[in-house]
C-alpha cells in the first residue's frame, strides 16, 4: 500500500517561490510519482512526473522551466520546485503515485493549498 503526504504550501506573493514536498511510504511499490493541480472551478492539471527508478522526468508545456520535480530515495520524498510564482499558479496541489495511464494515477495525497498573492 503507497500513502502520499503532501506539505510546503502556504501563501506567498507573486514572484516568490516555493517548494512542495511529497513524502511517499510504501517506496518498494512506486514505479512513478506526479504533481497536479487544481484551482477553484478548473480541471485537475497535471504538472509533472518522475520515474522512481531512474529519476527521468516529465513536464507539462504550461511549466516553461519554472517548476522542477525532483526526488530524494532515500527519504522517499519526491519535491517540486516553484519559482517565480504567479496569482494563476494559486491551486491545491496534489502528488500521486503509480500512473494506470498518463494522467491517471492509483494513489493520491490530500492536497495542499498554494496561495501567490499579488
Known amino acids: 500500500q503507497v500513502q502520499l503526504f503532501e506539505s510546503g504550501g502556504g501563501l506567498v506573493q507573486a514572484g516568490c517561490s516555493l517548494r512542495?514536498?511529497?513524502?511517499?511510504?510504501?517506496?518498494?511499490?512506486?514505479?512513478?510519482v506526479a504533481w497536479f493541480r487544481q484551482a477553484p472551478g478548473k480541471e485537475r492539471e497535471f504538472i509533472a512526473s518522475i520515474i522512481w527508478s531512474d529519476g527521468v522526468t516529465y513536464y507539462k508545456d504550461f511549466v516553461k522551466g519554472r517548476f522542477t520535480i525532483s526526488r530524494d530515495g532515500a527519504k522517499e520524498t519526491v519535491y517540486l520546485q516553484m519559482n517565480s510564482l504567479t496569482v494563476e499558479d494559486t491551486a491545491v496541489y496534489y502528488c500521486?503515485?503509480?500512473?494506470?495511464?498518463?494522467?491517471?494515477?492509483?494513489?493520491w495525497g490530500q492536497g495542499t493549498q498554494v496561495t501567490v498573492s499579488s
Open positions: 500521486a503515485a503509480n500512473p494506470t495511464s498518463p494522467y491517471e494515477y492509483d494513489y
Open positions: 512542495l514536498s511529497c513524502a511517499a511510504s510504501g517506496g518498494t511499490f512506486i514505479t512513478a
